[in-house]
Nanobody
Framework: QVQLVESGGGLVQPGGSLRLSCVAS????????MSWYRQTPGKEREFVAA????????NYADSVKGRFTISRDNAKNTVALQMNNLKPEDTAVYYC????????WGQGTQVTVSS
């Protein structure tokens, strides 16, 4: 079965940083572009960032551009999201998944940005 396990979330003050990690299994990880998404109560899941299968091309939502960096390690089946200069509006549950044809979602990891 496909598994996506996110970790690294927590409580951080505005302006702080967190690094999220996603470990994937059950599919050929290196064949797929991967993305991070986030969701808050009452809102639809929102695209955050994407990275191609080689890790050479990236895309970001305008709201996080310049602050977040997506990366991947195909040898470890992982995709990471480095989040800097965090803002309260970044508070959400963060998920990883395939970019174009998503599989079952993992549990996500909670990021809370608050003083």
């Amino acid at each position: 079965q496909v598994q996506l396990v996110e970790s690294g979330g927590g409580l951080v003050q505005p302006g702080g940083s967190l690094r999220l990690s996603c470990v994937a299994s059950g599919f050929t990880f290196s064949s797929y572009s991967m993305s991070w998404y986030r969701q808050t109560p009452g809102k639809e899941r929102e695209f955050v960032a994407a990275i191609d299968h080689f890790g050479s091309l990236t895309n970001y939502a305008d709201s996080v551009k310049g602050r977040f960096t997506i990366s991947r390690d195909n040898a470890k089946n992982t995709v990471a999201l480095q989040m800097n200069n965090l803002k309260p509006e970044d508070t959400a549950v963060y998920y990883c998944n395939k970019r174009w044809v998503q599989t079952d979602w993992g549990q996500g990891t909670q990021v809370t940005v608050s003083s």
